[in-house]
């Protein structure tokens, strides 16, 4: 890859999974490592208890926590004031997803290349709000489960790039539990956001709080509550 370095990529297809039927959306879980183990088999049990569709769900994983391999203290981070930008890797890891990985799963599997979502938790929230603003066409759908955006924010609370879609959506989750600091930086995020003209702002845009939710344990509340906004046909609008 580009980075000069692999990462460990687990798909879990749709139980009745079809190559030749209707695409499938595909959800990319960022920290893979963690969260594909946990979200790629509740997603199944949403379909049961709740109609959700059926998706690819796909997990990002470096192959373990250390430090030697694990490099999302890199790959999350987005530009700030101050910040070196040999720091600041959001980009260069964004550019893998969309120009070498994603068009590997879209080319191998049933995938709907106009229903991707994208999750991340804390730190990898960061990269999902990143990738709305300075790539927002590319993911339908965005959940940045009790995000961590200090530093980082400067890139985030700016001016989007011009999206073309008027079917976006940006899921934010906040655990009741969670630090008082990330509560609070998730909460001017949406602030700031939904305080703005549509026609600066490409998606719409969702603040969910986790009852009793913590840092990260309540990853599947948070990844049920969003998704099912994503889906609900009940949307709030504007």
Not at 2 to 29: K, N
Not at 136 to 150: K, M, Q, V
Not at 203 to 214: E, K, M, S, Y
């Amino acid at each position: 890859m580009s980075l000069g370095r692999g990462f460990d990529i687990y798909v879990r297809l749709p139980a009745d999974y079809d190559p030749d039927g209707p695409a499938y959306p595909v959800v990319y879980l960022l920290d893979g490592d963690s969260l594909f183990p946990i979200l790629a088999a509740n997603h199944l049990f949403l379909t049961y208890d709740e109609g959700l569709p059926e998706a690819v769900v796909v997990g990002i994983a470096y192959g373990g926590f250390d430090a030697s391999v694990n490099r999302r203290g890199l790959d999350f981070q987005s530009p700030d004031e101050g910040l070196p930008l040999d720091q600041a890797g959001a980009e260069a890891f964004h550019t893998v997803l969309t120009d070498e990985l994603i068009p590997i799963i879209e080319a191998r599997f049933n995938a709907d290349p106009k229903r991707r979502i994208l999750f991340g938790q804390s730190r990898g929230g960061n990269l999902v709000l990143y990738s709305a603003v300075a790539h927002p066409d590319f993911f339908w759908g965005r959940i940045a489960s009790n995000p961590s955006l200090t530093p980082g924010m400067g890139s985030i609370i700016g001016r989007a790039a011009p999206g073309g879609r008027d079917d976006l959506r940006v899921v934010v989750t906040s655990g009741e539990q969670d630090r008082a600091d990330l509560r609070a930086e998730a909460a001017l995020w949406i602030e700031t956001w939904s305080s703005r003209d549509k026609a600066e702002r490409p998606w719409q845009v969702r603040l969910i709080p986790i009852a009793g939710g913590t840092h990260a344990a309540n990853a599947p509340d948070a990844y049920r509550a969003a998704i099912l906004w994503l889906f609900g046909e009940d949307r709030p609008g504007d």
